[in-house]
């Protein structure tokens, strides 16, 4: 009863949310915030077109998710664990547009030194509800498309983002309590770091100049991070042995994500330019090198060739080309996927890891994947005076303390998150319900 209580109040609260934006005040905005726009002749039309592919593109990775993670699970808790990817699309979706939206791109909230303003977050007043969020370009974001296809376009990288983590606690969490966490997430995690790293005058970007083309550290470090402080807090299942349900969902999954990721990564050029090209081809070089160096170094240690490795090593080789996919050339490309699979197959199979029950291994393939990509992108970055191997030794240290600053914030700011789900609506399920399994005990649907 308690905890319908504290669910109610939860609901009434969103409710409220949505009551309000039906009639929110349009004065509230201010000409300061109209006069950011440009004119609809700025708009580049073929730009257009291919955001709008990239999008959709974009979009088709959360399903692809879905079936990547539930063929991996016990057959009892498939469509517990596909749900979990799969209703980031509602949940998200809604808060992006009530106000996380403002909290990543909106008016930035930080200080002043000396001639530059830095912020951590945007203010969640300045496009709530996508209020002055139209067909307008941005006067600094995403010059020549819309700004509401911007904002659509950045919405997707919010919602893959709390999937992700999902992986890491299946077969043992609450779902009404996973669907508070991922709007907590959202909010106080996701979308600050996104504003600190994208927004123009974000403190990771501007200051530390943080190099992350489309989401190394925005999202894969946030998930994976949040994915390990997840599974200290709900411990290890009872039987954590069990046996993939289907590996063909798998192999659709990775196909889906690595379709998806080409308008992911080329999609972050913002327009249909050579950047996008070049991006495109890195991000299908690095995950081809991954996934081959992931099943020959599998065979080296002792181990068969495996479906389910190959798969494992191409979403490895995307995570880690997603912070650089812009910014370096196919064979560093290459370099990167192999690389990354080596240390995350490491870590994979490392005994720590094995400890903790990471379920589905998201700190070792997505943490490990989004830092090797971070580190990687500081060394080779090819702009000028941005990586170590082009005059930007500064930028590589900016690069490592802005790695430990993100590992950190990600982590604790999971960890406390974490503990405020499990205080409202208690985060593990009983063990009758992690027996029964969560497609029954959670959903009354079973294969």
């Known amino acids: 009863m308690k905890i319908e209580k504290r669910w109610i109040v939860s609901f009434s609260v969103v409710s409220l949310v949505a009551l309000l934006g039906m009639f929110w005040p349009k004065e509230v905005q201010t000409a300061k915030i109209a006069a950011q726009f440009g004119t609809i002749s700025q708009l580049n039309f073929a730009d257009v077109a291919w955001m709008l592919t990239a999008s959709c593109l974009v979009l088709l990775m959360t399903p692809g998710l879905s079936f990547f993670y539930g063929g991996m699970v016990g057959k009892k808790n498939v469509i517990s664990t596909m749900l979990q990817s799969f209703i980031c699309l509602g949940v998200v979706t809604l808060i992006w547009v009530v106000v996380g939206f403002s909290m990543a791109f909106g008016a930035p909230l930080g200080f002043q ?4 303003f830095y912020s951590f977050v945007g203010n969640p007043l300045s496009f709530p509800f996508f209020d002055h969020v139209g067909v307008l370009p941005h006067a600094k974001i995403a010059t020549s498309i819309p700004f509401v296809l911007f904002a659509l376009f950045q919405m997707k990288f919010a919602i893959i983002t709390p999937a992700i983590i999902t992986g890491s606690f299946a077969e043992r969490v609450r779902f009404i309590s996973y669907l508070l966490f991922i ?6 995690i996701y979308a600050p770091l996104c504003h600190s790293v994208w927004h123009p005058n974000g403190f990771l970007g501007s200051y530390f ?20 402080a997840g599974v200290l807090v709900l411990g290890k299942r009872k039987n954590s042995n069990h046996i993939p349900t289907n590996i063909p969902f798998v192999l659709l999954g990775t196909g889906m994500l690595w379709f998806g990721w080409f308008g992911f990564n080329a999609g972050s050029a913002l327009a249909a330019n050579g950047t996008a090209a070049m991006a495109f081809a890195t991000t299908i070089t690095a995950s081809a090198a991954a996934m081959l160096t992931w099943i020959f170094f599998d065979r080296m240690n002792g181990r068969k060739v495996s479906a389910l490795g190959a798969c494992i090593g191409a979403v490895v080789g995307l995570v880690a080309i997603t912070p650089a996919a812009g910014y370096v050339t196919i064979p560093e490309s290459i370099f990167f996927g192999f690389i990354t699979a080596i240390v995350s197959n490491l870590a994979v199979n490392a005994k720590f890891m094995k400890k903790i029950d990471d379920t589905l291994d998201v700190f070792a393939c997505h943490g490990v994947g989004g830092i090797m990509g971070m580190i990687l992108t ?17 930028i590589f240290g900016g690069h490592m303390l802005a790695l430990l600053i993100v590992s950190f914030y990600t982590f604790f700011g999971a960890l406390l998150l974490f503990k405020i789900t499990d205080y409202i609506i208690p985060l593990r399920v009983s063990e009758e319900s992690e027996d029964l399994g969560l497609d029954l005990s959670q959903h009354n649907e079973k294969l």
């Open 113 to 116: 030194s000396g001639t530059h």
């Open 378 to 394: 500081a060394i080779f970055s090819n702009e000028p005076n941005s990586s170590l191997l082009h005059g930007g030794f500064s």
């Open 183 to 188: 709007s907590l997430f959202t909010l106080f």
């Open 209 to 228: 100049g943080i190099k992350d083309f489309a989401g190394g550290t925005v999202v894969h470090m946030s998930a994976g991070f949040a994915a390990l």
